[in-house]
């Protein structure tokens, strides 16, 4: 280790030992800052040397973190491993102390590589690119790198030097997100052991207000428990009368990102409300964005309620002060005023102004006359009096006061003087005024509502009425006047018939008969003439109630309809899905009661879309209801039949005696749906497949009941359709496998888990690669690479078929694009078309954009169907898709040929190019002279239309000496390779591909089998 650690330093450092040592134990510091050593992988440092890959063409990249004494790689490709020993001969050391990338085209040819054992022996490197990854402050901690197994004299381009750059300064900056991330980890840490020893009640919040921490002394403030970490809405622990005035204290600081500071009351654990201060402080990021909110909540309810009995004793006074008189005044016997108290001060009248008759200035002109002439009539009088009229303040506004005075007599009995009082009255006046205009309005209100109004008191007495109510309910008005009782309107309802009892009970919407108090708050009657009327009670506190009378007939006469439009469907006139599941809930209730059996029959029509988008909507309107009579003809009287939707019907059999009996309905029905329908002078066929399931046969809950029957209607389908299939166990499992499936091809395609390998095709005449064949390979979560089989159910689903297709278009452009830029010569790449992609009418050209706009020619890729494409209604549109492929020059492949139906029509009638021979009949080569019979016939056939010939699962060299004696053009099979990553193409088509040598061996052996 110091021999190997002072070699690298010695060109740095010279031949100082001291100072290569302070300089490498501060990298190896630098480091374990970064706290990056035996950390798991991540996928954003995968990517990162994938792109490495892709841009330079290398089969090898990594990003290495040189320890002490170690290698440690958060990040290979083409490695396979985690770590391993620091040696002398790791290459990647040098590239440690450079400033700039390091590239070295040819290892064999550098001095300081010739020896190494990596270069020199296995895994034998020969070319080597990296650069050094640095701290900021330019200390060298690890490296990025890839590795090639061929020399590249000619480096690489200035635009792969640029990526490489890149990709490193990503790594650090990736390398100090998760140090920064691990620091705020140890900081939230710290925050919390601070928190929790502190006696106030701490919490933090995040940017949006929501509280996420609080302390022990927070939770035993609200809990009683400082160890209940149990969730809860703090606002509802405000008082109500604080709640929103603190909700909207906190929401403001939120909005606008400022401190809070607000005091209300909260409830403590023991039941009490506490005063406490809540104040909030937003912490903020290097960019001024709040990160959270720290906040602390002290308990100030002691402090507050003497503030608050302060308040309490200054408002007490303040109301007494108040409520004594405004003026306090003396007046001679005759009236004119002597003095007073307070007079100056709200009228602003001085003593010279007012003595005497002045103060009468003050008062409102249209009250003086009239208090001048009713005061000097009252002046013989030894009685108390007051008076009210409009006084002048000082600030010019006129108020209402009352005058009050009193007689002082002298011992002879004779009036002296006068003492009196002037008390402001203007608000209850005014209040008064309101009150009667309220009054006024509120009979005006009564007399035009809708709603008949009764007012009732605690005894029973009728106190408020109006004219609705004596129309909707027949009142003669004089029964409601003067004292008129509750109790008499029940009596005028039970002489009119408005009331009956029921077998000498009341009905439930009067328990008490004479009363108000027990009535329902709610209710509706059905009165006599038919019409239907709403009461609501509102209880009053003392007694008594509130009641209004609403005529509701006509809204319920509507709801009704709405109701039965809701229930059934409006083209046919079966009732609709709410209606089944209705009828389904109460089947399983009697059925869990006494046992009952009941059947489900769900219908699909086969191919009524074909029909409808041939005919038209209205046409198929027509088909759907005589669908829906049909299936009434056919069922019980008591069965139940349903349209769901679309083409989709179901038949519920309310009572059945077993299975047997359904399926033999079920026949019935499928029998009956093979007649034609006549639609126009022509005759239509519209068969149906059916699920069936029974209750509890199979299920006893009736969702599963649906989803049971459902998995058979699939299995019908899937069997061929026209025909009908019973739920069985199997069925369910393998409905669950092909929900596995979906869920695993849709997880694949978020995870972008879906990657091509490449299987090369070779010239059974020279051994040379003229292209590969696209195959889907998958990432499974757990780990490995999984087989396209394992989805094979996603490719019969239109949008995953669809979804995984363009996922394999796009990453075969880009491994396509790579090799152009690491100067590699692929051929053609043959790509599988699912059979729902055609459905687009666009997908010829949306492909054919796609490659235009990467750059790719068409002529580089080739498209391979299978027979069953071919089949259905779809065949045109696959035939102008494949005619589109041809004239831009992208070849068509028949794949699996022989495997399926009616494969010479499909050769007369469709554009192809190739030929594919399925590996069923090639892996018979040697075994059976039938399969070899059928393989040179097919081949002979092939070539007779001008089609090329490719042989799939070529894996003897006695099936290769066959076909290419056959006239076979290429093949492919584990012989010459397997499916390999896109990494390893170029390596292949550089040294691995032993095609030549295969086909050249067998040149004499087919020479020498020739007749002279």
């Not at 031949?15 to 510091?29: G, I, K």
Request: charged content about 30%; overall charge negative.
């Amino acid at each position: 280790m110091r021999g190997r650690d002072a070699k690298v330093h010695e060109s740095a450092n010279g031949s100082d030992p001291h100072a290569w040592r302070a300089e490498e134990e501060a990298r190896l510091q630098a480091l374990r800052d970064y706290r990056i050593l035996d950390t798991p992988r991540e996928a954003a440092f995968d990517d990162l040397v994938e792109l490495a890959v892709k841009a330079t063409g290398c089969p090898v990249a990594l990003i290495n973190f040189l320890d002490s004494d170690r290698e440690f790689f958060k990040a290979e490709i083409g490695l396979d491993a985690r770590e391993r020993p620091l040696t002398p001969d790791c290459i990647c050391l040098p590239t440690l102390h450079e400033p700039d990338l390091l590239v070295i085209p040819d290892l064999r040819e550098d001095p300081r590589y010739a020896g190494n054992p990596k270069v020199a022996g296995s895994p034998g490197y020969r070319f080597y690119a990296g650069i050094a990854l640095c701290t900021e402050e330019g200390v060298p901690i690890g490296t990025f790198c890839t590795l090639d197994f061929d020399a590249r004299p000619q480096g690489l381009t200035a635009d792969q030097q640029d990526m490489l750059r890149i990709l490193a300064r990503m790594v650090m900056e990736r390398t100090a997100q998760r140090r920064e991330f691990v620091e705020a980890q140890a900081r939230e840490t710290r925050f919390r052991l601070m928190a929790e020893a502190l006696p106030q009640m701490v919490w933090s919040a995040d940017p949006q207000g929501r509280i996420v921490y609080s302390n022990q002394r927070c939770r035993a403030f609200i809990h009683g428990d400082p160890d209940d970490r149990s969730r809860i809405d703090w606002l509802d622990l405000v008082h109500p009368e604080d709640r929103t005035r603190a909700g909207a204290a906190w929401s403001e600081s939120i909005k606008v990102g400022q401190a809070l500071e607000v005091a209300y009351r909260f409830r403590h654990h023991g039941g009490e409300y506490r005063w406490i201060l809540a104040r909030a402080l937003p912490v903020r990021d290097a960019r001024g964005r709040i990160e959270h909110w720290f906040g602390t909540s002290t308990d100030i309810h002691e402090t507050r309620a003497a503030q608050a009995e302060l308040a309490m004793s200054e408002a007490r006074y303040r109301a007494l002060t108040e409520a004594s008189a405004l003026v306090v005044w003396r007046a001679s016997a005759d009236g004119g005023i002597i003095d007073t108290i307070g007079w100056q001060d709200i009228t602003g009248q001085t003593p010279d102004l007012y003595k005497g008759d002045g103060w009468l200035a003050a008062v409102h002109p249209e009250d003086r006359e009239r208090f001048t002439s009713r005061a000097r009539a009252r002046l013989p009088s030894d009685r108390p009096r007051s008076s009210e009229y409009r006084l002048r303040f000082g600030d010019g506004r006129y108020r209402w006061v009352c005058a009050r005075a009193v007689p002082l007599f002298d011992d002879d009995g004779n009036l002296r003087e006068w003492i009196g009082t002037v008390t402001d009255i203007h608000d209850s006046r005014e209040a008064q005024r309101k009150l009667t205009e309220q009054g006024e309005t509120l009979r005006i209100t009564l007399e035009n509502m809708d709603q008949g109004l009764l007012m009732v008191d605690h005894e029973g007495r009728i106190g408020v009425y109006n004219q609705r109510f004596l129309e909707l309910l027949d009142i003669p008005e004089a029964l409601v006047e003067g004292e008129a009782h509750f109790d008499d309107l029940t009596r005028h309802q039970m002489e009119t018939g408005e009331i009956k009892l029921t077998e000498g009970q009341w009905p439930e919407w009067l328990p008490y008969p004479h009363e108000v108090r027990g009535a329902p708050p709610v209710y509706e009657r059905v009165r006599p003439n038919g019409s239907v009327i709403e009461v609501r009670s509102v209880h009053l506190p003392g007694g008594g109630a509130v009641r209004t009378y609403t005529d509701v007939t006509e809204t319920r006469r509507v709801e009704r309809e709405m109701l039965r439009m809701a229930r059934q469907d409006a083209l046919t006139g079966l009732p609709n899905r709410f209606a089944l599941h209705e009828r389904l809930g109460q089947l399983q209730a009697r059925g869990l009661e006494d046992g009952a059996h009941f059947g489900l029959m769900l219908l699909d029509i086969d191919n009524f879309k074909d029909l409808n988008d041939t005919l038209g909507h209205a046409a198929g309107d027509e088909i759907l209801t005589a669908i829906a009579a049909r299936i009434r003809e056919v069922i019980p009287d008591d069965a139940l039949a349903a349209r769901l939707g679309g083409d989709e019907f179901a038949i519920l059999l309310a009572q059945i005696d077993d299975v047997v009996e359904l399926e033999r309905i079920a026949t019935r029905v499928v029998t009956r749906m093979r007649q034609p329908f006549r639609i126009e002078d022509r005759d239509f066929l519209c068969r149906a497949s059916v699920g069936l399931a029974a209750f509890p046969d199979h299920g006893k809950d009736i969702d599963e009941i649906v989803k049971l029957a459902d998995i058979a209607l699939y299995a019908a389908k899937h069997a061929g359709r026209d025909q009908y299939a019973v739920y069985t166990p199997s069925l369910g499992e393998a409905a669950q496998k092909r929900v596995h499936t979906l869920r695993d091809a849709r997880a694949a395609l978020a995870r972008d888990a879906i990657v091509p390998f490449y299987q090369p095709k070779i010239d059974l005449r020279d051994g040379s690669v003229p292209g590969f064949e696209a195959l889907l390979r998958w990432r499974h979560p757990e780990g490995g690479l999984r087989s396209p089989m394992e989805l094979a159910q996603a490719f019969a689903d239109p949008e995953l078929s669809v979804a995984i297709g363009e996922r394999m278009l796009d990453r075969i452009i880009d491994d396509m694009r790579s090799w152009d830029a690491a100067g590699i010569t692929m051929g053609t790449v043959a790509l599988n078309i699912a059979n729902a992609e055609f459905l687009n009418p666009r997908f010829a050209d949306s492909v054919i954009e796609v490659l235009d706009s990467a750059g790719i020619a068409p002529q580089r890729l080739e498209v391979e169907v299978t027979e069953n494409v071919f089949l259905g209604h779809g065949a045109q549109a696959v035939s102008a898709a494949l005619r589109r492929f041809r004239e831009a020059g992208i070849q068509v492949s028949l794949d699996d040929f022989g495997t399926g139906y009616a494969s010479l029509t499909h050769l007369d009638q469709f554009p192809l190019n190739w030929v594919k021979l399925d590996m069923s009949f090639v892996s018979r080569v040697g075994k059976s002279t039938r399969a070899e019979a059928i393989l040179e016939g097919t081949i002979k056939l092939a070539h007779s239309l001008g089609l090329g010939v490719v042989a799939e699962g070529i894996e003897t060299r006695e099936q290769l000496a066959f076909l290419a004696d056959s006239g076979c053009e290429l093949g492919q099979g584990y012989l010459f390779a397997r499916p390999m990553a896109a990494s390893r193409v170029a390596h292949f088509v550089k040294t691995g591909n032993e095609g030549p040598q295969l086909v050249t061996s067998l040149k004499p052996k087919r020479e020498a089998g020739r007749p002279a």
